[in-house]
């Protein structure tokens, strides 16, 4: 194993801002993600508790389907950004590891980064449909009161 040169830590570290960039950005989604299924979870246990307590009125239980098919898809797209950020995540080592060991693996980081891309594609449809689904939920709440 020869020793690295200052051009080539470059390159390195070039190729590596990319998925990097993208473990951040994917980092922030999953924060937002995160919050929304807190706040679903929380309101979905207030729904089964008016349930439980009988105070419950005609739309709790479709309510109470909505924030549970919710809790689910948000769960999901959960996953897939936590799968995003893994991928981008073994694209950076695998970056490294062929510029320390010299090995060509050009195809596995294009595949890792397809990857990934794919589970941001993923997760950000089920971010849409759990947009959708809380719309949704509002107009049940809106009709049943």
Known sequence: MEPMT??????????????????????????????????????????????RAGHANAGTAKQIEIFHRRARIVRSAISASVGCMFMASLMVLLLFGMALFHFPAHLIVLMFFAISICFLVTSLTFFLLDMRLSLDAIEEDLVSK
């Open 6 to 51: 200052l051009e080539s830590l470059i390159k390195v570290l070039q190729a590596s801002i990319s998925p990097v960039a993208l473990i951040s950005g994917v980092g922030l989604l999953l924060l937002s993600l995160t919050n929304r299924f807190g706040r679903v979870t929380d309101r979905l246990r207030e729904l089964v508790g008016e349930r």
